[in-house]
């Protein structure tokens, strides 16, 4: 099975709001980095969000920036992106990863564990 789990994703209206969900299997997910990326139709794999093993920092795409909220729970092992005011722009496949500590770590390529996604469609 995939160590990451998401969910969360699905059909929605332009200017609603999803929030996903990430899911590790196991406490050891609790010590790195965790955040999202997506690849929408015709796009590359785009940065989306990261927040660092203790919770304490994060950042975020530029697409991202101002609308998304990323956070982690108490065991730092499920991972959250609360999207706001999405747009048809934003449809994509929405996929999990952890690895690294930091969100630099992460960012500059430390990922090492994936899951297998889940679809946002924002209609119009």
């Known amino acids: 099975q995939v160590p990451l789990v998401e969910s969360g994703g699905g059909l929605v209206q332009a200017g609603g709001s999803l929030r996903l969900s990430c899911a590790a299997s196991?406490?050891?997910?609790?010590?790195?980095?965790m955040g999202w990326f997506r690849r929408a139709p015709g796009k590359d794999r785009e940065f989306v969000a990261v927040i660092n093993w203790s919770g304490t920092s994060t950042y975020y795409g530029d697409s991202a920036k101002g609308r998304f909220t990323i956070s982690r729970d108490s065991a730092r092992s499920t991972v959250y992106l609360q999207m706001n005011n999405l747009r048809p722009e934003d449809t994509a496949v929405y996929i999990c990863?952890?690895?690294?500590?930091?969100?630099?770590?992460?960012?500059?390529?430390?990922?090492?564990?994936w899951g297998q996604g889940t679809r946002v469609t924002v209609f119009s």
């Open positions: 990863a952890a690895g690294g500590q930091s969100t630099t770590d992460f960012v500059q390529g430390g990922t090492h564990s």
């Open positions: 196991d406490r050891s997910f609790s010590n790195y980095a």
